[in-house]
Structure formats: structure tokens, C-alpha cells
């Protein structure tokens, strides 16, 4: 079984005694899913600069997104199992994925080991302010009023395909058109 580092965390890195090892010798690779100026690329540079800091070992951030996640998972699937290639990744890209796609480029229970978690990033609901709707329950009351006519963005292209093919969205029962960003 090949063994690589998902780093969910830097936790546990941190609490290591730096002083007892020769660890780290080299610079380290910080592998991310994200693209460059999103929230997990920003979270990936934020505890990169403190690992690093307390590692006294330069650390590179290297952004490797697309595919849901995938592409960066996949080069940290592949990289030597040697602590010096790190993974930052997503719940999506290691479980959500795993439901989503019939084949996937790695086994995320076999390729990768988690550590810690690093971040807990809530997702929010907004409308546009001059919106009328200023609660869920106003928001539900107007897809039921006006069947299609609701639409909304998201930032994850899987989960539309889970909306539609394991949620069973059904636009025609007034949920909306889908993944289709536009006003509410």
C-alpha cells in the first residue's frame, strides 16, 4: 500500500520536537486543490507561512486545481511518501468524490493517511439585498410560487450532479432551475 500524507492538518507537524529530528533537511511541497486567490488557496498560505515559520524549512505552496479536487489529489497520490509532500484537500475531493465518480485516479482510504483538520469553512445562503426575501422560509415560499423562476451559483460543479442525480432535484416542483447563477 503506498502511503502518502493528506494533509487535513499541520497539527501534528507543529507538536513534533523539532529539535530532537533532522527533519525537515529540504524544502517542503504543500500540495492544495485550490486555485490560486480562493478560500483554500488563502488557508493553504496562512498555515504554509506558520508551518514553515516553526519548521525553520522553506515550505512551497503549489496550487493544482480542476476535476473537483482531483488533479491536486492525484499529484499527492503520486508524490514519495517521504514527508516532504504535504496535501491540503477537501472532504469533497476525498469522500464526496468518492460517490459522485465511478473511477477515480486514487484510493483515498489507501493512498492517503488524514492528520488533522486544518479548517472548517461554513457555507452561507445570501440574496441579492434589494431582494424580498429575507428568510429561508421566504425564499422557499417564492420557489413554491413561482416554479423555475428561482436560480442560484455554486462553486462545485459535483454538487450539481448530486442535486440532480442523489437528491433528485426537480426544477418543474418549484426548487429552481438548477445550477444556473442568477438573482433570486
Known sequence: MKESICMLAAAVLLAADASAQTYPARPI?????????????????????ELAARMQQPLVVENRPGGSGMVGATAGAR????GYNLLLSTSGTMIVNTFVYSKMPFDSLKDFEP??????????????ASSQV???KD???????RPGAVTYGDLRVARKRLDREHLRFDPEKGRGRGHDPGPV
Not at 511541497?29 to 507561512?49: E, L, S
Not at 508524490?79 to 517521504?82: F, K, R, T, V
Open 29 to 49: 511541497r504543500f500540495i492544495t486543490i485550490a486555485a490560486p486567490g480562493t478560500v483554500g488557496d488563502i488557508i493553504a498560505r496562512v498555515v504554509g507561512q
Open 139 to 145: 425564499l422557499i415560499a417564492m420557489a413554491k410560487s
Open 79 to 82: 508524490s514519495a511518501p517521504d
Open 134 to 136: 429575507k428568510t429561508f
Open 115 to 128: 492528520v488533522a483538520l486544518v479548517a472548517s469553512v461554513p457555507l452561507v445562503l445570501v440574496v441579492n
